[in-house]
């Protein structure tokens, strides 16, 4: 029986910051600052960081599971009543419920794990329940 074990540290030693990130940025420029370390039960199994915030997102298929490693963000959800905000520090990880939209704001900087169930939707507009 194979067991993969990954280093972290070491693999996000080898990645970059990326600085300025908006919520229209592409997720094509994003492999110097994030990497894939494979996938658990359906779900993709990511590393990296940002300062900035991303677009919306949301994942119908399960929970995504968000860990700060270093920094902090504000997770931002969008639900019928509108945007809701939980402040995310070093050490703290959030459960992000099936199907709500979420996005992330990290104006000095995060460094995450994220378990994130595939597919992901991408929302890049204001107001994802409009989409």
Same mark, same amino acid.
């Given at each position: ?7 972290? $540290?070491? %693999? ?9 990130? %908006? $919520? ?11 990497? +894939? *370390? ?26 995504? *599971?968000? !860990?700060?490693?270093? +920094? ?13 905000? =939980?402040?995310? %520090?070093?050490? !703290?990880?959030? =459960?992000?419920?099936?199907? *709500? ?16 169930? !595939? ?5 890049? +507009? ?6």
């Amino acid at each position: 029986m194979a067991v993969t074990v990954h280093d972290i $540290p070491k %693999t996000l030693s080898k990645l970059t910051r990326m600085k300025g990130r %908006t $919520p229209d940025s592409s997720h094509d420029d994003l492999d110097p600052h994030f990497k +894939g *370390l494979g996938s658990f039960n359906g779900a993709a199994i990511n590393v990296g960081g940002f300062e900035g915030g991303g677009c919306w997102e949301r994942h119908t298929a399960g929970e995504e *599971l968000v !860990q700060v490693l270093d +920094g902090e963000a504000e997770l931002v959800m969008m639900g019928e009543k509108g945007e809701e905000r =939980v402040k995310l %520090t070093k050490g !703290q990880f959030a =459960v992000v419920p099936p199907g *709500l939209w979420h996005r992330f704001e990290a104006p000095k900087g995060l460094t995450l794990f994220a378990a994130t169930p !595939q597919p992901t939707d991408h929302f890049y +507009g204001d107001d994802p329940r409009k989409a």
